[in-house]
């Protein structure tokens, strides 16, 4: 049974990871390099029904949101993890649970995060943190629309050039948005790089909203008497 999916371009990267979850999990994987590669595979091994999918975010014509969001359909419950472009010193947030991957990769969390996820039900939701995503579409530079979702509620937060320019979460929009959507914690997510918002009601650097928005939240959830001093 192949409990992992490895999509990434360097193929030696791609062997690499392959014999290390094996040999420090005992899991199976399998690594394809390309979309059409990974498509190809799976129409041939029809009882394939990986738990995971471990795949590279960006690369030449390569997408790994779309990747993701295709395979996803295909197997429900199937919980992805991404290795995105950037390196382990340029992130600004730690997010516990995180399943973003830069190099170099932390082995030891990689493996936990295999192991909790090939444990989860068949039907478990694809829960990612909101501020995880964030943060990594941000270092990534991506431009588009991330759609947020947490049980009855949605919200979208848009993007330029790694930059959050708006955000929009029922009848809240710019900044209260993105302290209402960061409140949510883990969420299920879309992309899509082609929306732009009607107007950017958001400046400033990506990490010191985001910030602002979590301690936002703290002070939200202290007493009363609490927050006039906090």
């Known amino acids: 049974m192949i409990q992992l999916l490895i999509v990434h371009q360097d193929r030696e990267m791609g062997r690499q990871l392959v014999s290390v979850v094996k040999e420090f999990t005992g899991y199976n994987s399998v690594h394809t390099s390309s979309e059409s590669e990974t498509l ?13 999918l471990l795949t590279q975010l960006d690369g030449a014509g390569f997408d790994g949101f779309a990747l993701g ?5 295909m197997f429900p419950g199937l919980q992805t993890l991404f290795l995105p472009p950037y390196v382990t010193m340029q992130v600004r947030l730690e997010v516990a649970g ?8 932390d082995g030891d969390r990689m493996m936990a995060t295999i192991e909790r996820s090939v444990r989860m039900r068949w039907d478990a939701p694809d829960w990612f943190h909101a501020v995880d995503v964030l943060q990594m579409c941000c270092l990534a530079g991506r431009s588009g629309a991330l ?5 009855s509620r949605v919200g979208t937060v848009y993007l330029r050039n790694g930059a959050i320019v708006h955000a929009e979460a029922a009848c809240l929009r710019a900044y209260p ?3 209402e959507i ?20 958001l400046r ?23 927050r006039q001093t906090a």
């Open 147 to 151: 759609q947020m979702v947490r049980g």
């Open 98 to 105: 995180s399943k973003v991957f830069p190099e170099p990769i």
């Open 40 to 52: 190809v595979y799976l129409r041939r091994q029809p009882r394939a029904r990986p738990r995971i």
């Open 182 to 201: 960061v409140s949510w914690g883990e969420i299920e997510f879309a992309y899509d790089r082609t929306l732009v918002p009607e107007r950017e009601s």
């Open 177 to 179: 948005a993105l302290v």
């Open 69 to 73: 969001a295709m395979i996803s359909e």
């Open 204 to 226: 400033g650097r990506w990490d010191h909203l985001l910030s602002e928005a979590l301690e936002e939240n703290k002070r939200s959830a202290l007493p009363e008497w609490r």
